[in-house]
């Protein structure tokens, strides 16, 4: 059984350490955060430290902890010859250039440590800096998962990018929804249909045929009309979507 440890104590770090724990090919067999009380709540499953020096000798070491984290923590592992790789979208492979053997294991999904999530239909993206260590990866990752993909450092920083425009972006946008709600007294609950049937279409048609509204159909005078009832910093936003949806689709204002 491949045997695993995890640095960090965040979200990611959390759900990994929840999954991997009811995993039957994988052995998690500790936990490694600077603050225990972080960690805390993982104790009745897996040992946990917070000293470097009393890592165990595992066959793969996951960093999941903030970006600019990464390299410190790195620099801090003795652990011999096992695999390091990180969980990070946007940094490189080569921040773990201490270590002999190193990789990536990115799972794309936004998590929260309240939130259960089905790791099996989660995509990760893995990277290793020899094949050998990408079948071991690739072992790792099927443990948990249906959708893997072999997705260099270049496509990753992509693939993240792309990943905040369709999650952190819409979400932001989800919130302006909720305040132009709020601040005419209507529920934001009556939002959430229209949220989930935007987000089921693009499953069965791409995003380019999905787009529907005022600026794909060039409306100017609904535009208008929208941008007059907003504030200044929701004005900017609004033209800003609505010219490059203009762009898109070739329709004049």
Do not use: W
């Not at 052995?27 to 946990?48: G, Y």
Request: with cysteine; glycine share 4%.
């Amino acid at each position: 059984m491949i045997k695993i440890i995890i640095l960090g104590g965040g979200n990611v770090a959390h759900h990994l350490a929840r999954v991997f724990k009811n995993s039957t090919k994988v052995s998690l067999i500790q936990i490694f955060n600077r603050s225990l009380n972080s960690i805390k709540d993982l104790e009745k499953h897996v040992e946990i430290t917070n000293n470097y020096r009393k890592l165990k000798n595992a066959d793969i070491y996951i960093i999941s902890v903030s970006d600019s984290a990464i390299e410190k923590v790195s620099s801090k592992m003795d652990i011999g010859n096992a695999l390091v790789v990180h969980t990070s979208g946007s940094t490189s492979l080569n921040i773990l250039k201490n270590h002999k053997r190193t990789g990536v294991f990115y799972p794309l999904q936004t998590f929260s440590k309240d939130r259960n999530i089905d790791f099996a239909e989660i995509p990760i993206c893995i990277e290793t800096s020899n094949n050998e260590d990408l079948k071991l990866l690739e072992l790792v990752a099927e443990s948990i998962s249906k959708s893997i993909y072999k997705i260099d450092s270049k496509q990753r920083k992509q693939l993240h990018i792309a990943a905040v425009f369709v999650n952190n972006f819409v979400n932001h946008l989800y919130a302006i929804g909720d305040d132009i709600c709020k601040e005419r007294n209507i529920q934001t609950d009556i939002l959430h249909p229209l949220i989930k049937e935007t987000a089921k279409k693009i499953e069965s048609m791409n995003a380019f045929n999905a787009q529907t509204g005022p600026a794909k159909r060039g409306d100017s005078s609904i535009i208008k009309k929208h941008i007059s009832n907003l504030n200044k910093n929701q004005q900017e936003i609004y033209k800003l979507l609505s010219n490059s949806i203009v762009d898109k689709y070739g329709n004049k204002l």
